[in-house]
């Protein structure tokens, strides 16, 4: 069992910054893919990011390429989700999720286990 603990969302101007953390506990952290999903009011949850056990398997969707950074401290069982230039159209509830699998998938049903969520609002 793994557990994920999001934190660092929070209300932001467009083109602000904002930086999640995703803290987990229980089984061996560097074996996990952990990956990143957002779901806005109404809307699907959709892929934002993941990195593999090595960091050089990352990656990012479309839409936030260049503008965030994924990264993961295997000694501190943390990744980070540091998000620069924020527009409205980030604004939803940022997940983190765990995956037990060796391929980084961009599907929310091939992840394990999933944090409670942390809100990111981006005013205009």
């Known amino acids: 069992q793994v557990r994920l603990v999001e934190s660092g969302g929070g209300l932001v101007q467009a083109g602000g910054s904002l930086r999640l953390s995703c803290a987990a506990s229980?089984?061996?952290?560097?074996?996990?893919?952990m990956g990143w999903f957002r779901q806005a009011p109404g809307r699907e949850r959709e892929f934002v990011a993941a990195i593999g056990w090595s960091l050089a398997r990352l990656y990012y969707s479309d839409s936030v390429k260049g503008r965030f950074t994924l990264s993961r401290d295997n000694a501190k069982n943390t990744v980070y989700l540091q998000m620069n230039s924020l527009k409205p159209e980030d604004t939803a509830v940022y997940y983190c999720a765990a995956d037990a699998g060796f391929f980084i998938s961009r599907r929310p049903d091939e992840y394990d286990y999933w944090g409670q969520g942390t809100q990111v609002t981006v005013s205009s």
């Open positions: 229980g089984r061996t952290f560097s074996g996990y893919v």
